[in-house]
């Protein structure tokens, strides 16, 4: 049974620092990988997906890489700023029509 | 553009009432899904469809009905609540079961006394 572990479950960090966000996967039989980004009282927000046959992916100040042999992604925010504070939720999938697998979370916290 | 709208918001139920939350997008998407999300166990997979008339089970099907007439609209029924339905629920869309182009609704918060 596929497992997501993300770690930290919290980071608290200055503003402007660089940050990596963590999650492995038990089964690398996946299509694809993606990370959400969830505000208080809200719903997710889809941030980057990676293909399985694809190695990284970036929007602006992120960069999600993916190692499937080793089953882990990171998730790459470079100088951070206040508003980056959210959780954030990596998930796979097995195969299309499956469902999403989500990790748990790491909660960000970015003080000014 | 509304994307994913879910209604109501919060809910409070009593042990075995019924009720059902609303889910509908404006985005033509075949797939649509429903999550449930509990501190410390994540997000989990209730029930999905494809399109419209075909719908499955996910993960932790067991106390909920989904039906699917419409493309649009993607009801959760909640048979006879149990404290363990409370919850926050997440309905999502996506144009194909690749759960590429995810959209999630803002979710419904439901407490089951």
């Known amino acids: 049974k596929q497992e997501v572990t993300q770690i930290p479950a919290a980071l608290s960090v200055p503003e402007g620092e660089n940050l990596v966000l963590n999650c492995s996967f038990t089964?690398?039989?996946?299509?694809?990988l993606q990370w959400f980004r969830q505000d208080p009282g809200k719903g997710l927000t889809s941030l980057l997906l990676?293909?399985?046959?694809?190695r990284e992916q970036t929007s602006g100040r992120l960069n999600a890489s993916l190692d499937k042999s080793s089953g882990r992604s990171t998730l790459y925010i470079a100088a951070s700023q206040p508003g980056d504070s959210a959780t954030y939720l990596c998930?796979?999938?097995?195969?299309?029509?499956?469902?999403?697998?989500f990790g748990k979370g790491t909660t960000l916290s970015v003080s000014s | 553009n509304a994307g994913v709208t879910q209604t109501p918001k919060f809910q409070v139920l009593k042990t075995g009432q019924s009720m059902t939350l609303q889910c509908a997008q404006d985005m033509n998407h075949e797939y649509m899904s429903w999550y449930r999300q509990d501190p410390g166990m994540g997000l989990r997979l209730i029930h999905y469809s494809v399109g419209a008339g075909i719908t499955d089970q996910g993960e932790v099907p067991n106390g909920y009905n989904v039906s699917r007439s419409t493309t649009e609209d993607f009801p959760l029924r909640l048979l006879s609540a149990a404290p363990s339905q409370t919850s926050v629920y997440f309905c999502?869309?996506?144009?194909?079961?690749?759960?590429?182009?995810?959209?999630f609704g803002s979710g419904t918060q439901l407490s089951v006394l």
């Open positions: 999502a869309s996506s144009p194909t079961d690749t759960n590429e182009k995810l959209f």
């Open positions: 990676i293909q399985s046959s694809q």
């Open positions: 089964d690398s039989a996946i299509y694809n």
């Open positions: 998930a796979v999938i097995r195969l299309p029509g499956t469902a999403l697998i």
